[in-house]
């Protein structure tokens, strides 16, 4: 088993940025690729940004690609987000999420672990 906690989120203004950090326990994060997720109120939770193991490869939606930067502190067991020139779109409850396949995945039933999420809001 793998736990994952978000933090980080909270109220941000359009053109603002911030940090979202989601700490892993349990098993061994190694060998686990990760993925950043987002479900906006009355939407289908979807792709964000996605990073191997461990951490060459990194893949985003072209809805925040240029904007977001997925990232990875293998010694502290650490993946974060980081978004710049926010948007009122971007706002969503943002979720981790982890797979036992060290490649990129997009796709939510790729993924064996989740997080609790972190809410993030852009105000207009």
């Known amino acids: 088993q793998v736990q994952l906690v978000e933090s980080g989120g909270g109220l941000v203004q359009t053109g603002g940025s911030v940090r979202i950090s989601c700490a892993a326990s349990?098993?061994?994060?190694?060998?686990?690729?990760m993925g950043w997720f987002r479900q906006a109120l009355g939407k289908e939770r979807e792709f964000v940004a996605a990073?191997?193991?461990?951490?060459?490869?990194?893949y985003y939606a072209d809805s925040v690609k240029g904007r977001f930067i997925i990232s990875r502190d293998n010694a502290k067991n650490t993946v974060y987000l980081q978004m710049n020139s926010l948007k009122p779109e971007d706002t969503a409850v943002y979720y981790c999420?982890?797979?036992?396949?060290?490649?990129?995945?997009?796709?939510?039933?790729?993924?064996?672990?989740w997080g609790q999420g972190t809410q993030v809001t852009v105000s207009s």
């Open positions: 999420a982890a797979r036992g396949n060290l490649g990129l995945g997009t796709v939510v039933g790729q993924y064996d672990y």
């Open positions: 349990g098993r061994s994060f190694s060998r686990y690729a």
């Open positions: 990073i191997s193991w461990p951490g060459g490869s990194t």
